[in-house]
């Protein structure tokens, strides 16, 4: 099983400001197949990148995935209000699926 | 536009089956490609995924539940289940349905990642 480590755990930001958000897998993740989610408080989890860095249909382009092999980042430019939340990186290129545990990126 | 909607009871006692089901609705379940999964949600703790089946019925589960859990699809409802069976208060959680976005490689479909999800359901395991 393909364990994935999010780093930090929390991150204190200020709106306008940036975010970079790390994944970091146990084991190198076939195909670059890793996914990135936001969710909100009382919220299913929302997709914003597949294949490490491909956006999904209406994620504003202030979000960005890059990375391969074993480390990946999800960085959000200019933190609007509403990208305040948790996120969560899922890795697909070997079974069992997993995810990792999670950033909150809150208001500072 | 996919939406799907968990149902389902949201108290189960310990011992016993937890059964939930999953209503798809702006779409047929019916897909050569994509599965049908479910991921659950300890309460302020982070997602695990539990398994997913295909529509033709072919399922890939997480290990550790492998002995307890078993998902079905029920095309005629539009709708796909899961039973988790012998629950103790370690599988208190929401739980989400998704869509699995399927791929094919080499000839055979590797699950990917989850393009629409349910609203999720709290479920407490408790006497």
């Known amino acids: 099983e393909i364990v994935l480590t999010q780093s930090p755990g929390t991150l204190s930001l200020s709106p306008g400001e940036s975010a970079i958000l790390s994944c970091r897998a146990s084991a190198s993740v076939s195909s670059n197949y890793l996914a990135w989610y936001q969710q909100k408080l009382g919220q299913a989890p929302r997709l914003l990148i597949d294949g490490a860095s491909s956006r999904a249909t209406g994620i504003p382009d202030r979000f960005s995935g890059s990375g391969s092999g074993t480390d990946f980042s999800l960085t959000i430019s200019r933190l609007e209000p509403e990208d305040f939340a948790v996120y969560y990186c899922q890795q697909y290129g070997s079974s069992p699926l997993t995810f990792g545990g999670g950033t909150k990126v809150e208001i500072k | 536009q996919l939406q799907l909607q968990e149902s389902g009871p949201g108290l189960v006692k310990p011992s016993e089956t937890l059964s939930l089901n999953c209503t798809v609705s702006?779409?047929?379940?019916?897909?050569?490609?994509?599965?049908w999964g479910w991921i659950r949600q300890p309460p302020g703790k982070g997602l695990e995924w539990i398994g997913s089946?295909?529509?033709?019925?072919?399922?890939h589960y997480r290990p550790s539940l492998k002995s307890r859990v078993s998902i079905s699809v029920d095309m005629s409802q539009n709708q796909f289940s899961l039973r988790l069976t012998s629950v103790n208060a370690a599988d208190t959680a929401v739980y989400y349905c998704?869509?699995?976005?399927?791929?094919?490689?080499?000839?055979?479909?590797?699950?990917?990642?989850?393009?629409?999800w349910g609203q999720g359901t709290l479920v407490t395991v408790s006497s």
């Open positions: 089946v295909s529509s033709s019925g072919s399922s």
């Open positions: 998704a869509r699995v976005k399927g791929f094919r490689i080499f000839g055979a479909v590797i699950l990917g990642y989850f393009d629409y």
């Open positions: 702006g779409g047929s379940i019916r897909t050569e490609i994509n599965y």
